[in-house]
């Protein structure tokens, strides 16, 4: 183990490859990521404690010690290509609060029918390999969280909402400054 303690997480398009990095953006500026296909399998995935070797479609994402940017007072909606809504399953009913905090990061994401948002103590076994604590089935089919593994699920949340029509934006630590920033392939804090 190496004096910085790592933990590694893996974010990773079953069917889709994400794009290089985006420059720094503002808050108002829309995400330069990789729309993905609704028709398309995009399994993204979130994994906690992965090997360092990674698939080609995989990008090594890492929990760095230290602290994370704030949430914001007010989360900014930014505006995404299409609407859609989301169902908080009954297994998220400690997180909801959080998971809407997260839903609210992007316009025309509603509460009330549409992608089912379940919560689960383990690893999500059924979304690739590696121990994955996120998981967004064919862009919005079906979210799984672990929310109990992050200490913002606010964030984890709005970046598995994200997927729905997002791919990665590039390396970094996720915060809540664009969605490009939430949509950063690491976790710092």
């Known amino acids: 183990m190496r004096n ?4 590694t997480v893996l974010f990773a398009a ?3 490859t ?3 990095s985006v420059p720094a953006a503002s808050a108002y500026d829309q995400p330069e990521t ?5 028709s398309t399998q995009s399994t993204q995935l979130m994994t906690a404690a992965a090997d360092d070797e990674h698939g ?3 990008h090594g994402v890492q929990l760095v010690p ?3 940017a704030p949430m914001p007072a007010k989360i900014l909606g930014w505006d995404v290509p299409s609407a859609r809504s989301y169902t908080i399953t009954a297994s998220c009913s400690q997180y909801a609060g959080a998971i809407r905090q997260g839903a609210a990061a992007w316009n025309g994401l509603t509460e009330g029918g549409g992608t089912p948002v379940s919560c689960q103590d383990g690893y999500i076994t059924d979304c690739g390999a590696g121990t994955v604590i996120g998981c967004n089935y064919g862009a919005g089919q079906r979210i799984t969280l672990v929310a109990s593994a992050v200490g913002d699920v606010a964030l984890l949340a709005a970046h598995e ?6 791919g990665h934006s590039g390396t970094g630590c996720a915060n809540w400054n664009s969605p490009a920033d ?3 392939t690491s976790i710092c804090g």
């Open 161 to 166: 909402f994200g997927h729905d029509w997002y």
């Open 18 to 20: 994400v794009l290089g």
């Open 66 to 68: 230290g602290k994370a």
């Open 4 to 7: 910085l303690q790592r933990v």
């Open 14 to 16: 079953v069917a889709a």
């Open 56 to 58: 080609t479609d995989a």
């Open 34 to 38: 990789a729309p993905t296909a609704q």
């Open 182 to 184: 939430v949509m950063r």
